[in-house]
């Protein structure tokens, strides 16, 4: 683990001093006498709500204030930030004590949504707001698009069994549920169903994480153009469900690259 892994997949750089602050639990803090990440978590918050609201506020004009408190509920929430932290990588970095982190610290929600506030109020102490908005704006940038396209309850089960129903399919989303792995480390995998064909597959470390994600693997699967497109998570495209389905909606823009610093790269964080 280097201070360089982090800072690229974070996309700017933050001081080692600052840095090992943001990703330090309050167990670890404990065990060594050493400052947590709390009070860098509370400003986290605010700065990313500020961020969220002003552009969703812009890329939304026409948008009502309820939906834009929507978007911005659900592009803020611990399991688009816990989402976020996974797709960095950023288990790997956190400082947690023995007990935490066998206990699967690592991989709760609540730590890794904590975690990406307490980086950003670090971000925004060392770089300022407008620094931190680019770096905010870059990794919430698909959860806003998200939530701007999924149905009132911000359920990707919901809203996929709403566009398959208006699209003539019957039933409603089934799963098939793996295991394996140690007590410790068990991984799940979850397969979707329905109306008589199989869609998305997700993983996660509970039953849960890995149902909430073959639901929205399931639900891109269904609104982009099958003939042409992979499906986001998991499965091939079968023939039949590719049939059952009426190709060219619009598919979403990739996200830009992380823009990166020029500090110290070579110190391990812990």
Partial sequence: MSYRDLVARWGIDIKRSLLRRALTHRSFAFAYDEPHNERLEFLGDSVLNLIVA???????????????TRIKWYAASEKALADIARQLGLGEFLRLDKGEDKSGGREKDSILADTVEALIAATYLEHGL?????????????????????????????????????????????FEIAQEGPDHAREFT?????????????????????????????????????????????????????????????????????????????????
């Fill in 54 to 68: 002003e552009k969703a506020f812009r890329d939304f004009p026409e948008m009502s204030e309820g939906d834009l």
């Fill in 190 to 270: 979850a397969v979707a169903s329905m109306g008589g064909h199989t869609w998305g597959s997700g993983v996660g470390r509970s039953q849960k994480n890995a149902r909430h994600a073959a639901a929205e693997a399931s639900y891109r699967l269904l609104v982009q153009d099958i003939p042409e497109q992979k499906p986001a998570v998991g499965l091939p495209v079968r023939a039949d469900v590719a049939a059952a389905l009426v190709p060219s909606w619009d598919r979403a823009a990739g996200a830009p690259s992380p823009e990166l610093g020029t500090s110290d790269p070579a110190e391990d964080i812990s």
């Fill in 130 to 174: 407008e620094a931190t908005r680019r770096v905010v704006e870059r990794i919430v940038d698909q959860k806003i698009k998200d939530a701007s396209v999924l149905g009132p309850n911000l359920d990707w089960q919901t809203s996929f069994e709403e566009v398959a129903h208006a699209r003539g399919l019957e039933g409603t989303m089934t």
